[in-house]
């Protein structure tokens, strides 16, 4: 390095991706549909119902009618950033929770998978699992280089998540939002593209049908490269 001469990082062979479309995604547990509140709206709902916990990290919810929560849906459904999915059951045929693309960055290959929410039915099944991989998996085959989780500072369950899933902490940010009158520290976790492959073999080998008993009950833990590390 030449005298005075500053730190710099190498230059990237890097072209911008293309945003994810609205389109179906198809598992073997679950599919991932472009939001649609004549088909969604109402099992949603039902199947939320009596269910607050579900609301207390999101700024937006619990919804005291079906007629609000259609008219919400379907402003949901307008968006392309966030960029809503079902997450219908492909067991029982019905809407059963969603999440969302958001702060999609294509020219640097960033991209956060938010607004996540399940029914009680489907929490802390492989169906809830696999929702998660679809869109990590899509992300990448669509040539993101990072991707993103952020929750509530306070939101042990969503932290534990991530660091299942792979995702690796990278910090708090402090008073980082304002969420229904209410501080919210920000905690940031996130994944690289030179990650994945390590981490996709793990997801597919938990989701393999030979990993579950009869009663559903996974026999193997989900085991992704940065758990073991």
């Not at 939001?35 to 009596?50: I, K, Q, Y």
């Not at 952020?150 to 910090?171: D, I, P, Q, V, Y």
């Not at 833990?221 to 940065?226: E, F, Q, S, Y």
Request: net charge positive; aromatic share 12%; charged share 25%.
């Amino acid at each position: 390095m030449e005298k005075d001469e500053l730190p710099i990082d190498p230059k990237l062979a890097w072209t911008p991706v293309a945003a994810p479309q609205k389109r179906a995604i198809e598992g073997n547990y679950v599919r991932l549909e472009p939001v649609d509140p004549a088909r969604h709206a109402e099992d949603l709902f039902e199947l939320s119902r009596g269910s607050p916990a579900i609301w207390t990290y999101l700024g937006y919810g619990p919804f005291a009618d079906l007629a609000g929560f259609r008219a919400w849906l379907a402003e949901r459904a307008q968006q392309s950033d966030p960029l809503f999915v079902t997450i219908v059951d492909r067991q029982s045929g019905r809407a059963s929770g969603m999440a969302s693309y958001l702060r999609i960055t294509p020219a640097d290959g960033v991209i956060e998978i938010g607004h996540i929410w399940f029914v009680p039915a489907i929490q802390r099944t492989r169906q809830a699992t696999e929702a998660i991989f679809l869109l990590m998996r899509e992300a990448f085959a669509l040539g993101y280089r990072r991707l993103e989780w952020k929750c509530n500072a306070l939101n042990a369950a969503s932290r534990r998540a991530a660091l299942r899933f792979g995702f690796t902490f990278e910090g708090i940010f402090r008073q980082h939002m304002i969420i229904k009158g209410r501080n919210r520290d920000t905690a940031w976790f996130a994944m690289m593209d030179h990650e994945w492959p390590a981490i996709r073999a793990g997801f597919e080998r938990w989701l393999a049908a030979e990993n579950f008993d009869a009663a559903g009950r996974q026999r193997a833990p989900l085991v992704t490269a940065a758990a073991r590390s």
